[in-house]
């Protein structure tokens, strides 16, 4: 079992920067992606932005040139950078682990942009 607790969430204004960290409570051998995911109110949760175990990046088009994932290792740990928030980021982010066929989910953390 990997558990996931995510920090970081919060209110900021449009334009405004926020970093999202999520630690893993191990890693799974071998190959691994972990990500972040998120879910506004009345839309389906969806993938934001993936970092392989070998540092391979995936982001959503309405992300990228914005926001920056990266991961430690050593530490377990998966960061989202979040640069010139906008009111339609606002909503729970999700932090993911995939491992050997096995996907755990964090708790989300809120992230609200408004003035």
């Known amino acids: 079992q990997v558990q996931l607790v995510e920090s970081g969430g919060g209110l900021v204004q449009p334009g405004g920067s926020l970093r999202l960290s999520c630690a893993a409570s191990?890693?799974?051998?071998?190959?691994?992606?972990m990500g972040w995911y998120r879910q506004a109110p009345g839309k389906q949760r969806e993938l934001v932005a993936t970092i392989t175990s070998g540092r391979n990046t995936n982001y959503a088009d309405s992300v990228k040139g914005r926001f920056t994932i990266s991961r430690d290792n050593a530490k377990n740990t998966v960061y989202l950078q979040m640069n010139s928030l906008k009111p339609e980021d606002t909503a729970v982010y999700y932090c993911?682990?995939?491992?050997?066929?096995?996907?755990?989910w964090g708790q989300g953390t809120q992230v609200t942009v408004s003035s």
């Open positions: 993911n682990y995939k491992s050997g066929g096995y996907d755990y």
């Open positions: 191990r890693s799974r051998f071998g190959f691994n992606v």
